[in-house]
DNA sequence: TCCTTGTTGATAATGATTATCATTTACAAG
DNA sequence: CTTGTAAATGATAATCATTATCAACAAGGA
């Protein structure tokens, strides 16, 4: 028996309304005004579930802090190595003979794969100056 | 005035012998027996240090412990997501064109990039039965 | 209604990493 | 050689994201 409750709902929906890859911080901060009684820990557990779900994905620990994605389509991001800010690469997918020889290669049975670029970003930049 | 004390040429050996990508408990660890009143605070220390000389290079955090590599080489990794295992994957190299292109789409000043599989080790699979 | 099981909020516990601090070391200048 | 200075160290406390715990609650199904 599944049940789907309405904090899970609203902490998917928020990783799907935005593209700033949050941490659970970010979740429970932009959710708490309208969800008062929500727990922080409420925010860790949904999150984990959804993503062992695979509804939602992890883009991994930038600064300390798990970022989530509500976007599971393969696609490659950038990170900023000062603010940790992350964007969204476009046009980079992984093929699947890649897959294919890296399977090969290594023996493992792959599940996923990731393209994470990393540097400035523009705000960054300018603050260098 | 640099000064490069010998608990950090060991830790950077240790680094240059494995292609474990270790952990900083790793490393300690392995110099502990050869180095005993080496301090765990020390082994973090050097890491940090020598990952910004750009001597070693981190590999992420892989469930909830950050992963270095003494290869400094712009290659494919792929992980366990079971048991952590991390191993090289040869042959993958990201064009400079690519971040070019990368570059001119995400305004980012780019220092880096990488490619990461993720899957079942061999060993893995085998307890999956 | 009763029972089982998923969910929640509050909070304590965990554990990797970092900060602190007094002490020691390396090296250069006098 | 002695002294000054800045880096390095060991021990340990502090930090902080994440997890575990646990009692209370909610949603179905029988």
Redesign the pocket.
């Known amino acids: 028996?599944?049940?789907?409750?309405?904090?899970?709902q609203d902490i998917l929906d928020c990783l799907a309304g935005t593209d700033t890859h949050p941490?659970?911080?970010w979740v429970y901060a932009r959710l708490k005004p309208t969800?008062p009684?929500?727990?922080?820990?409420?925010v860790?557990?949904?999150l984990?579930?959804l993503k062992n779900d695979g509804l939602i994905s992890s883009m991994g620990?930038v600064q300390?802090?798990?970022r989530f994605d509500g976007n599971c389509t393969s696609h490659a991001h950038a990170v900023c190595v000062q603010c940790g800010r992350m964007v969204d690469v476009p046009g980079f997918i992984i093929p699947p003979d890649m897959l294919d020889s890296v399977r090969e290669a290594t023996g493992y049975k792959l599940s996923g794969a990731g393209l994470q670029f990393t540097g400035l970003c523009e705000e960054c930049q300018k603050k260098e100056s």
């Open positions: 028996m599944r049940r789907f409750s309405q904090n899970r941490t659970a911080e969800h009684s929500l727990s922080l820990a409420t860790y557990r949904n984990t579930q620990v300390g802090q798990e």
